[in-house]
T-cell receptor, first 111, second 115 residues
Framework: NAGVTQTPKFQVLKTGQSMTLQCAQD?????MSWYRQDPGMGLRLIHY???????DQGEVPNGYNVSRSTTEDFPLRLLSAAPSQTSVYFC??????????FGSGTRLTVV | AQSVSQHNHHVILSEAASLELGCNYS??????LFWYVQYPGQHLQLLLK??????LVKGIKGFEAEFIKSKFSFNLRKPSVQWSDTAEYFC?????????????FGAGTILRVKS
C-alpha cells in the first residue's frame, strides 16, 4: 500500500495564479481531509469529505475548492493564489472514527 | 467552538530526562484523543490514540498518555527521552460520532533533546 500520496512536494506560485494539489489514497478510506500547517498554529482544517460526491467546509475554506469524484482522489484547488496561502498542505484519510493517515505534504510558496 | 490547548510551545530536555507534554481540550462530550509526531521535514505520524477503556494508553517508541476526563486532559509522557525524539508533537481531538470525523489540533510542542 502506498497510503496517502500527495503531489507536488514543492510549488512556487505567483499571486493570482491557480493550481491543484493532488491527493490520492489506496486504503479505501471514506473520510478525507485537507489541512494547512502554519508555524505556531498547528493544523487547521480546510475542507473535508465523508465519501465520494460529498464535501464540506472546514475552519479555513476561503480561497480553496475541493471535489471528490472517486473514493481515492481528493484534489484541492487554489482559485487565485495569495501570499496568505503560503503554507504546508497536508492531505489525510481515515476509516470510520479511527485516526487519520497523513500524506507527506506540499510546501507552497506564493510570491 | 471546540479547542485544543498545548501548554508549552518549546521544550528542551537532555537525553534520559523524563517528558510530559500537556494537552487540554474544551469539548464536554465524548471525544477521541490522539497524539501525532512530526519529525523534521516529515509528515505527521500517529503516536497513540484513545477511544475508550483504560485511560492509560501506550503507543509507539515508548510513549504513553493518560486521559483524565475530569480535567479534560490527555498528557503525553515518556520516562526517558532520546536524541531521536526531537520533533514536533501535536495533540488532536475529534468528537465521537460527529459527522465528518473532523480532527481539531493543538498548536504543537517543539521538543529538542540535547545529546
Amino acid at each position: 500500500n502506498a497510503g496517502v500520496t500527495q503531489t507536488p512536494k514543492f510549488q512556487v506560485l505567483k499571486t493570482g495564479q491557480s493550481m491543484t494539489l493532488q491527493c490520492a489514497q489506496d486504503m479505501n478510506h471514506e473520510y478525507m481531509s485537507w489541512y494547512r500547517q502554519d508555524p505556531g498554529m498547528g493544523l487547521r482544517l480546510i475542507h473535508y469529505s465523508v465519501g465520494a460526491g460529498i464535501t464540506d467546509q472546514g475552519e479555513v475554506p476561503n480561497g480553496y475548492n475541493v471535489s471528490r469524484s472517486t473514493t481515492e482522489d481528493f484534489p484541492l484547488r487554489l482559485l487565485s493564489a495569495a501570499p496568505s496561502q503560503t503554507s504546508v498542505y497536508f492531505c489525510a484519510s481515515s476509516y470510520g472514527g479511527d485516526g487519520y493517515t497523513f500524506g507527506s505534504g506540499t510546501r507552497l510558496t506564493v510570491v | 467552538a471546540q479547542s485544543v490547548s498545548q501548554h508549552n510551545h518549546h521544550v528542551i530536555l537532555s537525553e534520559a530526562a523524563s517528558l510530559e507534554l500537556g494537552c487540554n481540550y474544551s469539548y464536554g462530550g465524548t471525544v477521541n484523543l490522539f497524539w501525532y509526531v512530526q519529525y523534521p521535514g516529515q509528515h505527521l505520524q500517529l503516536l497513540l490514540k484513545y477511544f475508550s477503556g483504560d485511560p492509560l494508553v501506550k503507543g509507539i517508541k515508548g510513549f504513553e498518555a493518560e486521559f483524565i476526563k475530569s480535567k479534560f486532559s490527555f498528557n503525553l509522557r515518556k520516562p526517558s527521552v532520546q536524541w531521536s525524539d526531537t520533533a514536533e508533537y501535536f495533540c488532536a481531538v475529534s468528537r465521537a460520532m460527529e459527522y465528518g470525523n473532523k480532527l481539531v489540533f493543538g498548536a504543537g510542542t517543539i521538543l529538542r533533546v540535547k545529546s
